[in-house]
Nanobody, 135 residues
Framework: QVQLMESGGGSVQAGDSLRLSCTPS????????MGWFRQAPGKKREGVAA????????????????YYADSVKGRFNISQDNAKNSVDLQMNSLKPEDTAKYYC????????????????????WGQGIQVTVSS
């Protein structure tokens, strides 16, 4: 069973920044992709950002390719830290509507990862970490 450990959440003011970090029990390059999702109270979980950490040879997608939800483009940045074996989400210019529980997820390389912001593409999930942005 793959374990994903999230860290870095907290409570901030609108306009502030936070950095989330996700460290899997396996090597990040062993997965097709890793992503960050979030779920606000009363809402469905949504994909926020994703990165092909291992690449997807079946789809010819290169390592490092990233995807973002429209709501966070230009404000959030997903990156991988090979030394720490982590995938980080830098969140800038935070808004109250970014308040949610954020989850890290990993897509195994056993099948192609076609829609990197879709929940169904991911096999392993972290426990989630709370981010609260007040106005």
């Amino acid at each position: 069973q793959v374990q994903l450990m999230e860290s870095g959440g907290g409570s901030v003011q609108a306009g502030d920044s936070l950095r989330l970090s996700c460290t899997p029990s396996g090597r990040i390059h062993s997965y097709n992709a890793m992503g960050w999702f979030r779920q606000a109270p009363g809402k469905k979980r949504e994909g926020v950002a994703a990165m092909y950490t291992g690449g997807d040879t079946a789809l010819y997608i290169a390592t490092g390719t990233t995807y973002y939800a429209d709501s966070v483009k230009g404000r959030f940045n997903i990156s991988q830290d090979n030394a720490k074996n982590s995938v980080d989400l830098q969140m800038n210019s935070l808004k109250p509507e970014d308040t949610a529980k954020y989850y890290c997820a990993a897509a195994r390389s056993t099948r192609p990862t076609i829609f990197p912001l879709a929940e169904s593409e991911y096999d392993d999930w972290g426990q989630g970490i709370q981010v609260t942005v007040s106005s």
